[in-house]
């Protein structure tokens, strides 16, 4: 039997979240940014995290970190489109 790890999770969970995002044509703008934000978070905390020797403390620490991102471009772009009307 293979042996299930860290990263092999990760990577799966990274995918069903991107797919979720991807099917949901209904989102906000606010959820969109946030949660592709936390999808590329957690893509580059897996590769930091694994080459570190930790994959999934990096996944963990760069979803939250690119969810943040994504939410805070949100804001930037909201308050861009207010101040061109």
């Known amino acids: 039997m293979k042996k299930i790890t860290m990263i092999n999770i990760v990577v799966i969970g990274i995918t069903i979240v991107g797919l979720a995002l991807g099917g949901c044509a ?3 703008d606010t959820e969109k940014r ?3 934000g ?3 978070g957690a893509g580059a905390g897996t590769a930091i995290g694994a080459a ?3 994959a999934g403390w990096g ?3 760069g979803t ?3 969810a943040a991102g994504g939410y805070l471009y949100d ?3 909201k308050a861009k489109e207010s101040d061109s009307e």
Do not use: C, E
């Open 26 to 28: 209904n989102m906000s």
């Open 59 to 61: 996944a963990a620490i």
């Open 34 to 36: 946030t949660g592709g």
């Open 64 to 66: 939250a970190a690119g």
């Open 75 to 77: 804001r930037h772009q």
């Open 52 to 54: 570190s020797g930790s």
């Open 38 to 40: 936390a999808v590329i």
